[in-house]
Structures are given as structure tokens and as C-alpha cells.
T-cell receptor, first 115, second 115 residues
Framework: DARVTQTPRDKVTEMGQEVTMRCQPI?????VFWYRQTMMQGLELLAYFRNRAPLDDSGMPKDRFSAEMPDATLATLKIQPSEPRDSAVYFC?????????????FGAGSRLTVL | AQKVTQAQTEISVVEKEDVTLDCVYE???????LFWYKQPPSGELVFLIRRNSFDEQNEISGRYSWNFQKSTSSFNFTITASQVVDSAVYFC????????????FGPGTRLSVLP
């Protein structure tokens, strides 16, 4: 089965540290989404890429978060500096794109704890 | 703006009972897709079904069935003869039909199936 791979699976860090989460989308998929899941807010869309270009990052706190796709096989989400309120599970999902809405395949998530 | 409401926060049933999870959506688009995803305790989001707004036929897949009613903007999900393995959080989602942007999730319904 094709999978979306996310690293790290778990990260514990201290406030103020930089955190980088990585995602390898399914080969051939040209859309990549980043979501954040918390108990209070549920699943929030942070950023969306199509063909490596960022199309929507309005859900992302711009002052500390950044999302990039250096190449078609890697998407990154960086938080600098991290804060305790960033503690959440971060999901990456990829889709085949094309006409019609994507069926998104999700990674297993990266659980971030900021102390 | 697009919005998905899942009014049931948590549901508990006893094994073999039928259970229906409600989903109501709002969109100004005339064409869109609706989805259900399952998030078992392992945390990964698993795709269950996609339905486009042109197709109001109900769908059945094994013990799962979906009732799409455009007139009431609802896309309800029924599990027949529930099993303990059905225990999970279930998310309903809505997406634009043209390019898959703005993939919006509901808050989820936590289903507990007791033995």
C-alpha cells in the first residue's frame, strides 16, 4: 500500500526551540495538505500545496510557522520559536490532484509536545 | 464559507446495535464532494467514502451505509450491527469540486462500541 510518511512520530521539545516536521507524500500525488489536530480545535488546515506551490496557508500563524516543498518528495513544516500552545498532532496528507476533489491519504501524524 | 457540523460529540452503543452518525454541511458551492474518514485509536485517518454533490444515491458497503440528502444538506453514516473494532472518531468533510482546496472537516464524533 502506498503511504504518506511523516517524521518524527513524537517530538518533545522546550519552548523557544525550532521544530521541523517532515512529510513524504505518495509518489505521483501533486497535492499536499498540513493539518493540526487538538482537542479544542479539532482538525485545522494549516497549509495546502499543489505541484509544490503553496496555494493556501491562511490557517498558519505566519510569525512562527513556515511550510515548504523543497522537492516533490518532501514537504516540511517548521515552527520557530515553538510555544506550548503549539502542542498538537500534525498531520500531512497527499492527494492525486487533477479535476475533482482529492481523496486525501493521511500520514500517521507527528505528535508535538512543547514544554 | 464552508462548514461541517457533527452535532454528536460522543456516542456509546453496545455491540450489535445499529448507530447513525449525523453530518450537516454548509456551502455556497453548487458542486462539491463530501467525505467520511475514520480515526481509530492508533491515530491515523482512514478514508471511508467520497460522494459528489451530483450523486444522491445512497451507498452501502458491508455494514456501512451512507444517506446523502441534498435538500437537508446532510450526509449521515450508519453502521449496522456495530462491532468493538468500529470504536473510533469519525469525521465528515467537505471539499470544493474543482481543485480540492478548502478541505474542511467537522469536529468529529467519538463512537465507543462496548462489548
Amino acid at each position: 500500500d502506498a503511504r504518506v510518511t511523516q517524521t518524527p512520530r513524537d517530538k518533545v521539545t522546550e519552548m523557544g526551540q525550532e521544530v521541523t516536521m517532515r512529510c513524504q507524500p505518495i509518489l505521483g500525488h501533486n497535492t499536499v495538505f498540513w493539518y493540526r489536530q487538538t482537542m479544542m480545535q479539532g482538525l485545522e488546515l494549516l497549509a495546502y500545496f499543489r505541484n509544490r506551490a503553496p496555494l493556501d496557508d491562511s490557517g498558519m500563524p505566519k510569525d512562527r510557522f513556515s511550510a515548504e516543498m523543497p522537492d516533490a518528495t518532501l514537504a516540511t513544516l517548521k515552527i520557530q520559536p515553538s510555544e506550548p500552545r503549539d502542542s498538537a498532532v500534525y498531520f500531512c496528507a497527499s492527494g492525486p490532484g487533477g479535476s475533482g476533489a482529492n481523496v486525501l491519504t493521511f500520514g500517521a501524524g507527528s505528535r508535538l509536545t512543547v514544554l | 464559507a464552508q462548514k461541517v457540523t457533527q452535532a454528536q460529540t460522543e456516542i456509546s452503543v453496545v455491540e450489535k446495535e445499529d448507530v447513525t452518525l449525523d453530518c450537516v454541511y454548509e456551502t455556497r458551492d453548487t458542486t462539491y464532494y463530501l467525505f467520511w474518514y475514520k480515526q481509530p485509536p492508533s491515530g491515523e485517518l482512514v478514508f471511508l467514502i467520497r460522494r459528489n454533490s451530483f450523486d444522491e444515491q445512497n451507498e452501502i458497503s458491508g455494514r456501512y451505509s451512507w444517506n446523502f440528502q441534498k435538500s437537508t444538506s446532510s450526509f449521515n453514516f450508519t453502521i449496522t450491527a456495530s462491532q468493538v473494532v468500529d470504536s473510533a472518531v469519525y469525521f465528515c468533510a467537505l471539499s470544493e469540486i474543482n481543485n480540492g482546496q478548502n478541505f474542511v472537516f467537522g469536529p468529529g464524533t467519538r463512537l465507543s462500541v462496548l462489548p
